[in-house]
Antibody, heavy 120, light 107 residues
Framework: QVQLVQSGAEVKKPGASVKVSCKASGYTFTGYNLHWVRQAPGQGLEWMGRMNPDSGGTYYGQKFQGRVTMTRDTSINTAYMELSRLTSDDTAVYYC?????????????WGQGTLVTVSS | DIQMTQSPSSLSASVGDRVTITCRASQTINTYLNWYQQKPGRAPKLLIYVASSLQSGVPSRFSGSGSRTDFTLTISSLQPEDFATYYCQQTYSYPITFGQGTRLDIK
């Protein structure tokens, strides 16, 4: 069965960077786009960007341009999302999500979420 | 960016009620509209994709309709497990955007 397992919670200081991993299993990793979505405490869902694990191609939301980098390691079926220059506004649960089908962007499979806390 | 506006922002209803949530896009998105359900502490769950297609395993009391800019999610007869927050999402163009959410509470 399809699973996305994310890395554990992180506590970072303002100005630091965080790198969250998302290990995929149960399907062909390079066959489906992966998206990253975050949710600040008590707030709604915010799409950050997507990566094509086959080509490595990315599309980032403008809000995150210059601060986010999405990469992957196809040898271990793992995607990464790195966010730099953290502020308290980046405190959130970060999710990876797999597209429903190769030609769809609907997010069907989700990781369990990774809480990133930014605090001095 | 395409703005997605949901209404209402919150809603109180009783078990057995019929509930409708609306989502409006700031420009046409054809039918590239998805609906998600989220419960506290859990990842969102895909309910409806391309406006009206029911995701496998989702109860048939959930239905979606609409096209271009106006969409609805209907729950025909609320069950206790349906009390949650619902989000619409457009995937017509990047950046993908979500509505602000509709919180559905027990009356």
């Amino acid at each position: 069965q399809v699973q996305l397992v994310q890395s554990g919670a992180e506590v970072k200081k303002p100005g630091a960077s965080v790198k969250v991993s998302c290990k995929a299993s149960g399907y062909t990793f390079t066959g489906y786009n992966l998206h990253w979505v975050r949710q600040a405490p008590g707030q709604g869902l915010e799409w950050m960007g997507r990566m094509n694990p086959d080509s490595g191609g990315t599309y980032y939301g403008q809000k995150f341009q210059g601060r986010v980098t999405m990469t992957r390691d196809t040898s271990i079926n793992t995607a990464y999302m790195e966010l730099s220059r953290l502020t308290s506004d980046d405190t959130a649960v970060y999710y990876c999500a797999r597209a429903r089908s190769p030609d769809s962007s609907a997010h069907y499979y989700w990781g369990q979420g990774t809480l990133v806390t930014v605090s001095s | 960016d395409i703005q997605m506006t949901q209404s209402p922002s919150s809603l109180s209803a009783s078990v057995g009620d019929r509930v409708t949530i609306t989502c409006r896009a700031s420009q046409t998105i054809n039918t590239y509209l998805n609906w998600y359900q989220q419960k506290p502490g859990r990842a969102p769950k895909l309910l409806i994709y391309v406006a009206s297609s029911l995701q496998s395993g989702v109860p048939s009391r959930f239905s979606g309709s609409g096209s271009r800019t106006d969409f609805t999610l209907t729950i025909s007869s609320l069950q206790p497990e349906d009390f949650a927050t619902y989000y619409c999402q457009q995937t017509y163009s990047y950046p993908i955007t979500f509505g602000q959410g509709t919180r559905l509470d027990i009356k």
